[in-house]
T-cell receptor, first 114, second 113 residues
């Protein structure tokens, strides 16, 4: 099986712009979660989608949003980018409900805001 | 508010010796704990987990210990191998299967030949 894929792998944006990141989960996985990794902060949970519905949300401002499509692919969007949004954004997929809860992570998208 | 803390940013261990990585948590509602390993340019990969009803879980060279009263867990790697050099994250959740994981900041482990 192919692993979790994220596109693009690297992105440079300017303050005030918006950005959309994409995540394709492992085939058959219905849950997709997003995390932000910054130096010294570890991974911080953004949100989780399951069957096109947001099930869980972390403590991030409304500028961070996401969605999931019927094929389980997910996108996250950050509007009005700030310098502090520079980070590695990771998505993880999980079977959930089919006997498997383990999260499998993609390689991440490195976002740099200048 | 860091609910899961890894107080050692880095650790250096001789090949063949034991590596001990530590993690503390503050939220007593956490019921399930996991360790992930991350190589550069890759996503974290699941290593081992433990439920709060246990105090030890073993998988090959990896053992996780949980001390609920102290809100402390540790990962032991014996013997340490050069391929174990990576960043290790501990994570916690409210129950097994919860998709919202709370991660620590990570500890960079370096195994010296």
């Amino acid at each position: 099986k192919a692993g979790v894929t994220q596109t693009p792998r690297y992105l440079i944006k300017t303050r005030g712009q918006q950005v959309t990141l994409s995540c394709s989960p492992i085939s058959g996985h219905r849950s997709v979660s997003w995390y932000q990794q910054t130096p010294g902060q570890g991974l911080q949970f953004l949100f989780e989608y399951f069957s096109e519905t947001q099930r869980n949300k972390g403590n991030f401002p409304g500028r961070f949003s996401g969605r999931q499509f019927s094929n389980s692919r997910s996108e996250m969007n950050v509007s009005t980018l700030e310098l502090g949004d520079s980070a590695l954004y990771l998505c993880a997929s999980s079977q959930v409900g089919a006997g498997g809860y383990e999260q499998y992570f993609g390689p991440g998208t490195r976002l740099t805001v200048t | 508010d860091q609910q899961v803390k890894q107080n050692s940013p880095s650790l250096s261990v001789q090949e063949g010796r034991i590596s001990i990585l530590n993690c503390d948590y503050t939220n007593s509602m956490f019921d399930y704990f996991l360790w992930y390993k991350k190589y550069p340019a890759e996503g974290p990969t699941f290593l081992i987990s433990i439920s709060s009803i246990k105090d030890k879980n073993e998988d090959g060279r990896f053992t996780v210990f949980l001390n609920k009263s102290a809100k402390h867990l540790s990962l032991h790697i014996v013997p340490s191998q050069p391929g174990d050099s990576a960043v290790y994250f501990c994570a916690a959740s409210l129950y097994q299967g919860a998709q919202k994981l709370v991660f620590g900041q990570g500890t960079r482990l370096t195994i010296n030949p």
